[in-house]
């Protein structure tokens, strides 16, 4: 009966879309976006190219997928920082983190790839900021916010500003190559950001 | 005699090389990096494609040098920040200015172009980092031990780390195009970052 084989089309399809994602992050990481094709992502992912243009209408949206999934959490919940309270604390967890994230050619080399996309592409940067770049920097701002709540930022702090001085040097660095992506400048640029914006 | 022909070759060749680089700026704002071409640049420009070829061994070569030509000086001088002895106006008329040519189609689209071959070319960025952006640095730099020095600084302001945090977030909001690039902008920018480096 029709209604029994749904469960396992349903299953079948999500093993060949989380196959194929992950192929294609691997991918990007061992030949590079330039070089990156639906045929190599099929055979990596053991599917047939109609499957993957059946579900995506270019390299560049599966790319954008493969990525955003990598911010989709399993229980389905929504993006959060750390909060143990100490917002210098916790700060510096989520910084270093990120630079370490940065210095890792297989987490990096993909989304380098997506931003030089993006960066030459004003709809692509649109759909970014609202899909992967807002749910991040909602998070970010409701950590913030819970710090100014409890006294530990100015209570006219502008927190937008704050996020951005607070990231904006770390993705620089790691963009242009122009330092050392380490706990040390992680550490500087969270007390320096903070000294801006305490009470 | 040979000797008399010189001077008139060079002036020749000096108003060839400014063509040549005219025409490539002024063709990335009108069609873009990737679809400008060496013959589009030599017919601009009113040379022969040899006569390119000549000179620079590709396409983003001769990109690279006509947007190093902007910030060459006519009198052959060193980029300089203003210095009224106001740190905090000084950094403010700067950071305007960027914001807007950041805003000007025709100025940013070179640098746009720029900034992605960056992204993707380690090498390149390495040339980057010591022909256009260290003489830029150093002069923020200049200016910033200035005002430390008259104390409009902390002794200890640790100063690589004020101009990443000066200018990182305006780069980002451009290159990114994240929000506007406005006096505003600019204005919060350098009170925060100067607040976290104060005396």
């Known amino acids: 009966m029709a209604a029994s084989t749904t469960p396992d089309r349903s299953r079948r399809s999500e093993r060949s ?20 094709t639906i045929e ?32 989709e959490r399993p229980d ?7 909060d143990t309270g100490d917002i210098d604390a916790d700060l510096k967890a989520v ?9 890792d050619p297989g987490f990096e080399a993909p989304i ?16 970014y900021r609202e899909k992967m770049e807002r749910p ?18 100015a209570a006219d702090a502008d927190l937008d500003l704050l996020a951005d001085m607070l990231y904006a040097p770390l993705t620089q660095r790691w963009l242009l190559r122009s330092g050392p992506l380490d706990d040390d400048f992680a550490d500087a640029l969270v007390d320096a950001a903070l000294r801006a914006f305490r009470p």
């Open 76 to 82: 389905g919940g929504g993006i959060e920082l750390p």
């Open 136 to 153: 991040i920097r909602e998070a970010k701002l409701r950590r913030l916010r819970g710090a100014r709540e409890a006294g530990q930022l």
């Open 95 to 103: 910084l270093r983190a990120t630079a370490a994230e940065f210095s």
């Open 17 to 36: 879309r989380v196959a194929i994602l992950t192929a294609t992050r691997d991918l990007i990481g061992e030949v590079g976006y330039a070089k990156l």
């Open 112 to 127: 380098r790839a997506l931003n030089t996309e993006i960066i030459n592409d004003p709809e692509l940067a649109a759909v």
């Open 40 to 71: 190599a992502i099929a055979a990596r992912a053991g599917v047939g190219k109609q499957t993957i243009y059946r579900w995506w209408p270019s390299k560049g949206a599966v790319v954008f997928d493969s990525l955003l999934a990598l911010s």
